[in-house]
């Protein structure tokens, strides 16, 4: 099991930027991909981005160009780079681990832009 520790969040106004991190407590290696998700109030889960061991990335269409996922291999973190905030963005920012077909998560971090 892969303990993660999202920090970063918080209140914004729309059109500045966030970054987000998330520490793992075992080498990102030793993962296959780390990413991103959010969950606004009254909507389902939705995926933002991925990095996967080999460093390929993958956006949702609705964050491509503003979002930016990156890691720090020394440190077992990775990044999410939020740019242009708009007010649908606030949600809770939850970081996965994905390994041999097991997802884990973050307990989540709040980003709210206010417009």
């Known amino acids: 099991q892969v303990t993660l520790v999202e920090s970063g969040g918080g209140l914004v106004q729309a059109g500045e930027s966030l970054r987000l991190s998330c520490a793992a407590s075992?080498?990102?290696?030793?993962?296959?991909?780390m990413g991103w998700y959010r969950r606004a109030p009254g909507k389902q889960r939705e995926f933002l981005a991925r990095i996967t061991k080999g460093g390929t990335t993958e956006y949702a269409e609705s964050v491509k160009g503003r979002f930016t996922v990156s890691r720090d291999n020394a440190k077992n973190t990775i990044y999410l780079q939020m740019n242009s905030l708009k007010s649908e963005d606030t949600a809770v920012y939850y970081c996965?681990?994905?390994?041999?077909?097991?997802?884990?998560w973050g307990q989540g971090t709040q980003v709210t832009v206010s417009s």
């Open positions: 996965a681990a994905t390994s041999r077909g097991i997802i884990d």
């Open positions: 075992v080498s990102i290696f030793s993962v296959n991909a």
